[in-house]
């Protein structure tokens, strides 16, 4: 039985995309009109059978030129981290001349596994997902069958291509920075289960503790941290030594503890060094200005529409995960350990 000729045939003969195959025959911008005419008369030599009068193929799936990015309303209003992403991922669509249509997602369609209405119609080619939303939620978008790329976010329950932050690499490097100057009473502070970044950037604090050959003290880690100064002073304040150095899992709370550290009377970085995550407007606000960890918001956008592309046209194949690398940004907040100071209580 002679085998079917698809778009994809097509695709491998020319050394081009699957869309760009489907723009050139269904008539669609995005392709020049040498590639088109090129399209056309290699499906007419290897005999691929089309309709080129009602705008589509006989493909499966119908071409839209629309690419989804949805995000939980949390994550959209975090706009000095995931805001910069946005826009990575819009300037890369708009290259491939897609139309890019962004979706927030609110608790009750969470909950309730509500789809955006361009996702259920099937008015999209591919998927973004923006960070985390809840492993159920983003099942339900896979189980359409339209290609997804998740950024910022895995899961094993969750198959699926994504773009990620080498978490646990770069809280290593933050974590050992501090041993090299000296600091062995290290402070952790993080909400370990909100996100897998968050639990991985604990575990590189651990792995270069171990390197070290040294164990951290389990009260010098708030691993369900809020990001609201009551919650960072109080947990300061009660702690009956004080470290001489805290590693933060974002600018957020490296901004909060830098702040509840000197309201104590503790002068950052004399008495104690502070790092954190993301390189954000806090951590270069902040006085002192906080050694971070600085992530290339730019490449998340880059990557994760790279991949997207790829996805639309490799179904079948396994998925991937790609780890971008951080950057240490060394800032005034830290330097070698000092003579530790007795905690200063409020009165």
């Given at each position: 039985?002679r085998?079917?000729?698809?778009?994809q045939?097509?695709?491998?003969?020319?050394?081009?995309?699957k869309?760009?195959?489907?723009?050139a025959?269904?008539g669609?911008?995005?392709v020049?009109?040498?590639?088109?005419?090129?399209?056309?008369k290699?499906?007419?030599?290897?005999?691929?059978?089309?309709?080129p009068?009602?705008?589509?193929?006989k493909?499966?799936?119908?071409?839209?030129?629309?690419?989804?990015?949805?995000?939980?309303?949390?994550?959209?209003?975090?706009?000095?981290?995931?805001?910069?992403?946005?826009?990575?991922?819009?300037?890369?669509?708009?290259?491939?001349?897609?139309?890019?249509?962004?979706?927030?997602?609110?608790?009750?369609?969470?909950d309730?596994?509500?789809l955006p209405?361009?996702?259920?119609?099937?008015?999209?080619?591919?998927?973004l997902?923006?960070?985390?939303?809840?492993?159920d939620?983003i099942?339900?978008?896979l189980a359409t069958?339209?290609?997804?790329?998740l950024i910022?976010h895995h899961h094993?329950?969750?198959?699926a291509?994504?773009?990620?932050?080498?978490?646990?690499?770069?809280?290593?490097?933050?974590?050992?920075?501090?041993?090299e100057?000296?600091h062995?009473?290290?402070?952790?502070?993080?909400?370990?289960?909100?996100?897998?970044?968050?639990?991985?950037?604990?575990?590189?604090?651990h792995?270069?503790?171990?390197?070290f050959?040294i164990?951290?003290?389990?009260?010098?880690?708030?691993?369900?941290?809020?990001?609201?100064?009551?919650?960072?002073?109080?947990?300061?304040?009660?702690?009956?030594?004080?470290p001489?150095?805290?590693?933060?899992?974002?600018d957020?709370?490296?901004?909060?503890?830098?702040?509840?550290?000197q309201s104590?009377?503790?002068?950052?970085?004399?008495d104690?060094?502070?790092?954190?995550?993301?390189n954000?407007q806090?951590?270069?606000?902040s006085t002192?200005?906080?050694?971070?960890?600085?992530?290339d918001?730019?490449?998340f956008?880059?990557?994760?529409?790279?991949?997207?592309?790829?996805?639309m046209?490799?179904?079948?194949?396994p998925?991937q995960?790609?780890?971008?690398?951080?950057?240490l940004?060394?800032?005034?907040?830290?330097?070698?350990?000092?003579?530790?100071?007795?905690?200063k209580?409020n009165?």
């Open positions: 039985m085998k079917r000729v698809t778009m045939d097509i695709a491998d003969r020319l050394n081009i995309s869309n760009s195959v489907s723009q025959l269904s669609k911008p995005g020049s009109d040498e590639t088109r005419q090129l399209v056309l290699t499906a007419k030599d290897i005999g691929y059978h089309y309709n009068g009602n705008g589509n193929t493909e499966e799936e119908k071409i839209t030129g629309n690419i989804a990015l949805i995000a939980s309303e949390f994550a959209f209003s975090m706009k000095s981290f995931f805001g910069e992403i946005y826009l990575s991922v819009e300037e890369e669509v708009n290259k491939r001349n897609k139309n890019l249509l962004i979706q927030s997602i609110n608790n009750h369609s969470r309730q596994l509500i209405p361009f996702i259920e119609k099937r008015q999209v080619d591919g998927i997902i923006l960070s985390h939303i809840s492993n939620y099942n339900k978008i069958g339209i290609p997804t790329v910022d094993p329950e969750i198959k291509d994504a773009i990620l932050t080498n978490n646990r690499f770069g809280a290593y490097t933050v974590t050992k920075h501090l041993l100057l000296g062995r009473d290290i402070a952790f502070v993080g909400n370990i289960d909100f996100s897998p970044s968050y639990q991985e950037r604990w575990e590189g604090y792995l270069a503790h171990r390197e050959g164990k951290p003290k389990e009260n010098f880690q708030l691993k369900d941290a809020l990001e609201e100064a009551p919650v960072i002073n109080y947990f300061i304040n009660q702690l009956e030594e004080n001489t150095a805290w590693v933060c899992v974002n957020g709370l490296g901004y909060l503890v830098t702040s509840g550290l104590l009377g503790f002068k950052v970085p004399d104690a060094s502070v790092c954190s995550f993301d954000g806090l951590s270069q606000l002192p200005s906080i050694t971070t960890m600085d992530i918001f730019k490449a956008g880059q990557n994760a529409v790279e991949k997207l592309f790829w996805r046209d490799n179904r079948d194949e998925h995960e790609v780890l971008l690398p951080t950057t940004i060394e800032r005034e907040s830290t330097t070698k350990v000092r003579k530790k100071n007795k905690l209580q009165s």
